[in-house]
């Protein structure tokens, strides 16, 4: 069985940086599409970054473009986003989730949340303005 852990949140000053990681257990991440979604206090999950199964493609939100990097690591079973100059509209809890099934990036889009099988239980960020 596949899990998912994160790791890597706190509080950081605007214009911060952070970097999030999430491991993977139960099998590789080599060939399996990954992304983050976030979710702000009241609000709904939303996409932020997305890595294709090769490790070759990304995809990020409009309002993390720029400013955010979403990598891997195969020998060590690690997604990361590296967060920089954060801003307070930032703060949620980062989610990171595996597609399994390989259905994420087949429309073009992989920021639909029932595309990605497996979930781990989410990082608090908070920016502080």
């Known amino acids: 069985q596949v899990q998912l852990v994160e790791s890597g949140g706190g509080l950081v000053q605007a214009g911060g940086s952070l970097r999030l990681s999430c491991v993977a257990s139960?099998?590789?991440?080599?060939?399996?599409?990954t992304a983050w979604f976030r979710q702000p206090p009241g609000a709904e999950r939303e996409f932020v970054a997305a890595l294709s199964w090769d490790g070759v493609s990304t995809y990020y939100a409009d309002s993390v473009k720029g400013r955010s990097v979403v990598s891997r690591d195969n020998a060590k079973s690690t997604v990361y986003l590296q967060m920089n100059n954060l801003k307070p509209e930032d703060t949620a809890v980062y989610y990171c989730?595996?597609?399994?099934?390989?259905?994420?990036?087949?429309?073009?889009?992989?920021?639909?949340?029932?595309?990605?099988?497996?979930w781990g239980q989410g990082t608090q960020v908070t920016v502080s303005s």
């Open positions: 989730a595996a597609d399994l099934d390989g259905n994420s990036w087949y429309q073009g889009y992989p920021g639909v949340t029932y595309d990605y099988d497996v």
């Open positions: 139960g099998r590789t991440f080599s060939d399996v599409a």
